[in-house]
């Protein structure tokens, strides 16, 4: 075909020199004399002439950072905020991280305003209740959400965030605030209809720890489970990663009462052993313990010492052995498919290697 310059007008632009070329009309909305032209227009056709004037209909793209701040909340699939109202960062964090989990969520909607439990105080009904509808709110909205009736409700169960200085709010730890809230929460959303009485919170987030425990007299041993909703990483001078601090669970000598003695000894001393993971959990919380008590001030003070952590914690080696024994096949199957993806392979290896295996690892090659 031959080439044409022609003029351009879009909205209130004019493009004066435009070349025709025999680009696709597909995905174009142009509108010469007699109409928009269709997809399987034909340039050749349509008696172009040379300075004539065509309309483009259609608006110019638009990127993400140019849109209104509420737009771009529902493009990227973020949830609405939460407003501050007066130190309340250590509670504004804790809902968000809980308001992130899809089955918290979905729990919590089954809960009903007649859910109320005979065992279950007023106030564990109430901020339930509250907690349920101001995840609904900010799944709802895009702006900014103000908690005022959940705040109310966690202050009258809790008195200990309502305390002040000075006519102000204090600000509070959220470690509190999320240990209460998990609490109450556990207690609420428990299953009506098992014989264990469980709870969603405890499927969801509730750790379950096995100790060792040694006698140091008589050398015997036994075992404690123990059950939480988060491992704490102790800061030391010596915790430098997570894993350390998530490892520096050693307990010291005290005095206690086993259960494999002798009823006449009732009190000996022992020593406890690090404890261990001892079944899968969908969501594992982390603490950083990083107040403590000072006796010289009789105040809590603050660890202000770097920790750092990784994107990905693979907490296997905190694991009992029995929970190894379960999760070596998948993370076999795991670490095969990811050096599968690098290009790797395992060299063939003889049966004489293959007998001790023990003694000469797997070695992985590029292929």
Known sequence: MEFYTVSVKWQKETF???????????MQRIMVKGGLLKDDADWSTLGVKEGQRLMIDGKSPVFMEDL????QIVNVGQSAGIFNLGNTCYLNSTLQCLHSVPELKAALENYTNFGRSNDLDQFSHLLTVATRDLFSELDRNVRPVAPLQFLSILRKKYPQFAQQHNGAYMQQDAEECWTQLMYTLSQSLKS?????????????????????????????????TESVYALKCHISQEVNHLHEGLKCRRLPLYWGAVPFLPKNLVSVICRGKNNFLSFCLMYLTVQFVRFFWKRETNQKAKILRKVDYPLELDVYDLCSEELRQKLQPPRQILREAENAKLGLKVQEKSTHENDAKTRNPEVWQLS
Request: proline residues 6%.
């Open 68 to 71: 209104p701040e509420e737009e």
């Open 192 to 224: 009506s209809d098992s014989s264990e009485i469980s709870s969603a919170v405890k499927t969801l987030f509730g750790i379950d720890l096995v100790s060792r425990i040694v006698c140091i007299e008589s050398g015997e041993e036994s075992s404690e």
């Open 16 to 26: 004066p020199a435009v070349e025709i070329d025999p680009i696709s009309l597909l």
